[in-house]
């Protein structure tokens, strides 16, 4: 991972884990500073257990798997964040519930329709593009929650920041539809070469 790389996913996980937060209560028996100090240890642990590479695809399982493990409305705990980390073991994972395996797209569109509040992650970026292209969510839909969505950010930070993180996840959607939509061609196997084997002088003397 290059210098970029670190940074990049560094600025992307603390945006997302400190965001998360700020829509929780903080302990009420700590002042601010002891808060401050609290939630840099919680985004430290949080980041130590984050995957190196596809964390984008996995933030949004990671936050599903936190609300739906939470007993309250307050900031999750350290253990809470390791034990939620570590069982999400990728973009792709699924849940097993009495002895069937579910989809977490069919799990998100349901609460979309019952207007439960989803991660970003399935309004932009690849999740969103298999959602609606699975047919469990309409565009609507999705415009519907992205509305709610953008609301919800400029009353959490300035109109600026709140537009510059929009065009970031317009960004990052742009992407995975581009990518979805791009043809995958077959891949060529390489031809094996004949071994060609000296023939010394005694082979097939008498």
């Known amino acids: 991972m290059t210098m970029f790389d670190r940074k990049r996913r560094e600025t992307f996980l603390t945006d997302k884990i400190t965001g998360y937060l700020d829509r929780k209560a903080p ?7 002891a808060q401050a100090n609290e939630m840099a240890s919680l985004v ?5 257990f ?4 596809g964390y984008e ?3 949004p399982n990671f936050e599903d798997r936190l609300d ?3 007993k309250t409305r307050a900031w999750p705990t350290a253990g809470e964040i390791k034990a939620a980390a570590m069982a999400i073991t ?3 994972s699924r849940r097993i519930a009495e002895g069937d395996e579910f989809d977490i797209l069919d799990v998100n569109a349901k609460r979309m329709h019952a207007g439960e509040p989803v991660s970003d992650g399935y309004l932009y970026g690849r999740l969103a593009v298999e959602l609606v292209a699975s047919g469990k969510v309409s565009e609507a839909q999705i415009r519907h929650y992205r509305a709610a969505f953008i609301f919800s950010l400029k009353e959490t930070y300035n109109e600026p920041i709140a537009l510059a993180k929009v ?4 960004a990052r959607h742009a992407a995975a539809e581009a990518a979805a939509h ?6 060529a196997l390489p031809k094996p070469q004949p071994k060609i084997i000296p023939r010394h002088k005694w082979e097939g003397a008498a």
């Open 68 to 70: 739906e493990d939470a």
């Open 27 to 33: 302990p009420r028996s700590l002042g601010a500073q």
């Open 50 to 53: 984050a995957p190196k590479d």
């Open 57 to 59: 695809d996995w933030w």
């Open 90 to 92: 990728g973009p792709s």
């Open 182 to 187: 791009e043809p995958s061609e077959p891949r």
């Open 167 to 170: 065009a970031e996840f317009e």
């Open 44 to 48: 430290r642990c949080f980041m130590r």
